[in-house]
């Protein structure tokens, strides 16, 4: 599973990229963790069709629940299955996609018998996407939203122990994927794994000072 990741890229540089209205009506605090359950910036269509970036619940709660407790972990959904799993299938279909800005990723491999923490970054790339989609549950008034992950590259995959890795979209699809008018079927043939060269992976004890290192 994919728990972990974090978002210190300056606010002007994700405005930048993501295309997005300034000034930004979200707090963006450096975020070193975070974790399933944080709250956490993502972006996605307003119902005028303008790109926002609003702060949801990572685990997504759907519009059925009526609790947030749940007995399935939500926070990650499998790319290949997203149009059939009943809790996210609704949102698929209805185009409720989204982007959640990332600085790094980590994983936690055991090696010599003790799990040690890697960050997974991409090379010479300051903040990234990954792919994602939101629901909102009126009853229980929270608007959440899932990571969605695809098989591993050869990087990743010495790191996973089930071989998944986030959804990693390229800036040129941004577009696309938060367009309604976009098709699943299309949005799903999106859904590739991110090439192993053009990443990165360190033990995180060797990032700079602010960034979590166990």
Request: proline share 10%.
């Amino acid at each position: 599973m994919c728990n972990l990741y974090s978002i210190t890229t300056v606010p002007e540089a994700m405005r930048r990229l993501l295309q997005l209205p300034w000034p930004l009506k979200t707090n963006l605090e450096p975020r070193t963790e975070v974790w399933p359950t944080d709250p956490a910036p993502v972006v996605r269509l307003d119902e005028a069709g303008a790109r926002e970036l609003a702060t949801l619940r990572w685990w997504l709660v759907p519009r059925w629940a009526k609790e947030l407790k749940s007995r399935y972990p939500m926070f990650n959904a499998r790319g290949e299955e997203i149009d059939r799993k009943p809790a996210y299938r609704q949102p698929w279909a209805e185009g409720r996609r989204c982007l959640i800005p990332a600085t790094r990723f980590f994983e936690h491999p055991a090696i010599a018998g003790k799990k040690v923490r890697y960050a997974v970054e991409l090379e010479g790339v300051e903040l990234f996407a990954i792919a994602g989609l939101w629901e909102r549950n009126d009853a229980l008034a929270v608007e959440s939203f899932t990571m969605i992950t695809v098989t591993a590259n050869a990087l990743v995959r010495d790191l996973h122990p089930k071989n998944r890795m986030p959804a990693i979209l390229p800036p040129e699809r941004y577009d696309a994927w938060l367009d309604p008018a976009t098709t699943p079927a299309d949005a799903q043939a999106m859904l590739a794994t991110y090439p192993a060269e053009a990443m990165t992976a360190r033990p995180a004890a060797e990032l700079t000072e602010g960034e979590p290192a166990a």
